[in-house]
């Protein structure tokens, strides 16, 4: 599917549309990575554009019973700067 992306709102450069991995966040407990993901990306400065099917395609992803494809293991450090 072709979709249609306008200039970037911050640059003005071309936003193409191109597939990226997109780490998903919802508040401090849900996070998971998407790969895939059409998404709208500034040449010029990389800005990334999401179309709303795609965000509401994302939720729904995470949010589902769907085994997914793997897990991976991430470290977690804290930065610990007054």
């Known amino acids: ?14 936003v193409v549309e191109k597939r990226i991995t997109v780490d998903y966040r919802w508040g401090d407990d849900l996070i998971a990575l998407i790969e895939n993901v059409p998404t709208g990306v500034c040449n010029v400065c990389g800005e990334r554009y999401f179309k709303a099917e795609i ?12 085994k997914p494809k793997r897990f991976i293991e991430v470290p977690l450090r804290k930065l610990a700067i007054a």
Do not use: A, Q
């Open 55 to 66: 965000v509401k395609e994302m939720e729904r992803l995470v949010r589902s019973s769907e």
């Open 1 to 14: 599917m072709h979709r249609v992306y306008h200039k970037c709102h911050f640059c003005g450069g071309e």
